[in-house]
């Protein structure tokens, strides 16, 4: 993902409508780009300021912290991934199940 698509998936980001690929590109992007890390900061704080702006009452503690998000993202992603691998696993343990009980 190069800077342009970056800054343009960063609205998706924060409404949390990238998918798992999408977003495992942008974390990584902002993980080594200076600048568009910035631009998230700010996009983030506006797009927060906005929601809270919304709906005073339940967005009223959230905190402007747009490290927090990226934390949580990659929580996500490395939860989906750890996920994705028990569902193979399991998959592998049934085919080795079945084959075992077949012969
Ligand atoms: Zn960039």
Not at 31 to 48: G, H, L
């Amino acid at each position: 993902m190069n800077c342009k698509e970056t800054r343009k998936n960063i609205e998706a980001f924060v409404n949390d409508s990238l998918s798992v690929k999408e977003l495992e590109e942008f974390l990584e992007h902002l993980d080594n780009c200076e600048k568009c890390r910035e631009e998230y900061d700010m996009c983030y704080t506006v797009f927060m300021g906005m929601k809270i702006l919304e709906d005073v009452e339940k967005y009223g503690n959230t905190r402007l912290d747009s490290e927090m998000k990226i934390e949580s993202a990659k929580d996500y992603l490395f939860k989906y991934k750890i996920i994705r691998f028990q569902k193979i696993l399991l998959y592998v343990l049934i085919c080795l199940v079945g084959g075992f009980l077949f012969f």
